[in-house]
């Protein structure tokens, strides 16, 4: 499967902006997927993950109840959406999908990325 994440950019702290993954292929829906993040001078680290079917959901304590992870597997698209942002989610944004048991946040268990998209939050 291949990925292309696309919606990051400049936002204030406080704002919202929201996040897409496209994916190729026709089994999108087999595919666990997640959202993990990278800081200027730090290791990258999970955000979020969503089930193949869309009815599981796991979050990193950081971003519990301000990100929320969506999949639309008729479009063969995940999202996350994030509010309340603050200055220490500024980093590139990654997707990664995953085949196999539920769930999975460690960054080695994940076969096939996007190519990263920029978020800053400014304060």
């Known amino acids: 499967v291949q990925l292309q994440a696309s919606g990051g950019g400049l936002v204030q702290a406080g704002g919202s902006l929201g996040l897409s993954c496209a994916a190729s292929?026709?089994?999108?829906?087999?595919?666990?997927m997640g959202w993990f993040r990278q800081a200027p001078g730090k290791e990258r680290e999970f955000v979020a993950a969503i089930s193949g079917s869309g009815s599981g959901t796991y979050y990193a304590d950081s971003v519990k109840g301000r990100f929320t992870i969506s999949r639309d597997n008729a479009k063969n698209t995940v999202y996350l959406q994030m509010n309340s942002l603050k200055s220490e989610d500024t980093a590139v944004y990654y997707c990664a999908a995953r085949l196999g048991p539920w769930v999975r946040v460690g960054s080695s268990e994940f076969h096939y990325w996007g190519q990263g998209t920029l978020v800053t939050v400014s304060s």
């Open positions: 292929g026709r089994t999108f829906s087999s595919y666990n």
